[in-house]
Nanobody, 117 residues
């Protein structure tokens, strides 16, 4: 099993920044990719960004140019730096850790991000 603990969410004004963290523990050797997804009220969960253990990165179009995903393999932690936040970024943000095969797929409990003046 892999446990994921997210932190860093909160309330921020439009144009502001937040940094989310996701610390992984447990059977880390099963994990090849970590990522962030989000779910707004009444909407489906959607991809924000992913990063592989080799450093390959993928962003949703909505995140490109504003969000940066990174990971510290030594700390088994992934980060999401979010800049120029917009009200439409308001959602619960979930950390994900998975294997390339899809056999292993884990989710964090989610952290609320609210962008509002």
């Amino acid at each position: 099993q892999v446990q994921l603990v997210e932190s860093g969410g909160g309330l921020v004004q439009p144009g502001g920044s937040l940094r989310l963290s996701c610390a992984a523990s447990g059977t880390i050797f099963r994990i090849n990719m970590m990522g962030w997804y989000r779910q707004a009220p009444g909407k489906q969960r959607e991809l924000v960004a992913t990063i592989t253990s080799g450093g390959n990165i993928n962003y949703a179009d909505s995140a490109k140019g504003r969000f940066t995903i990174s990971r510290d393999n030594a700390k088994n932690t992934a980060y999401l730096q979010m800049n120029s936040l917009k009200p439409e970024d308001t959602a619960v943000y979930f950390c994900n850790a998975a294997s390339y095969s899809g056999m292993y797929n884990y989710w964090g409990q989610g952290t609320q991000v609210t962008v509002s003046s």
